[in-house]
Structure formats: structure tokens, C-alpha cells
């Protein structure tokens, strides 16, 4: 009877653990602002910290686990103009679609 309470308890909160677990990503795709193309490994880091990633072939990327604060998230790539995006975790999850000049 005891073990049945404790499974019971130990399930309710593991279930209400993964329901309160906010989704603090971004995720976003890239494209040339002239030809619409996608733009492969354009690099995408939150500065200020060690978070960053590259977009794909499709102009995709996808940054997780964000800390909380305020940020910018910037994406940079030879060949174009450096975006800076101001973002805090309140506004998180993000999901952007920049044009790249």
C-alpha cells in the first residue's frame, strides 16, 4: 500500500516537472534578402555566453537551454550584414525568420 502512494506521488511529480519546463529556445531560418535562397553556415551565438550554433543547408538553426536574462542574439556570416536581435528569456521561445543582407 505505501509503495503504491510512493509510485503514485513519484509520478505526479514527474509529470508536473516536465509540464512546468519552459521551452527557452530559438529556432529560426535564414535567407538572402535579395534571391530568397537559404543561407548555410551563417553562425548564430547569444553573445556573452558560450551558446551558439550554425544554420544548415536550408538556412535552419536551433539554440536550446537558454539561461535566463537579457540578450542579444547575433548572426553573422562573411558576405553579409551582422543582425543583432535583443531578446530576454520572457519572450522565449523565439522563432525568427531573418532576410540576411
Known amino acids: 500500500m505505501i509503495?503504491?502512494?510512493?509510485?503514485f506521488l513519484g509520478f505526479h511529480l514527474a509529470v508536473g516537472f516536465a509540464m512546468g519546463q519552459a521551452d527557452h529556445s530559438i529556432h529560426g531560418r535564414l535567407n538572402n534578402a535579395v534571391t530568397g535562397s537559404p543561407v548555410p553556415n551563417c553562425s548564430v551565438f547569444i553573445n556573452n555566453t558560450s551558446r551558439g550554433t550554425t544554420s544548415d543547408s536550408y538556412?535552419?538553426?536551433?539554440?536550446?537551454?537558454?539561461p535566463p536574462g537579457?540578450?542579444?542574439?547575433?548572426?553573422?556570416?562573411?558576405?553579409?550584414?551582422?543582425?543583432?536581435?535583443p531578446f530576454s528569456d520572457d519572450q522565449l521561445p523565439l522563432d525568427l525568420h531573418i532576410l540576411l543582407k
Open 3 to 7: 509503495r503504491s502512494l510512493y509510485l
Open 59 to 66: 538556412g535552419a538553426f536551433n539554440l536550446q537551454h537558454i
Open 70 to 85: 537579457k540578450y542579444e542574439l547575433i548572426i553573422s556570416s562573411i558576405g553579409y550584414e551582422t543582425n543583432v536581435v
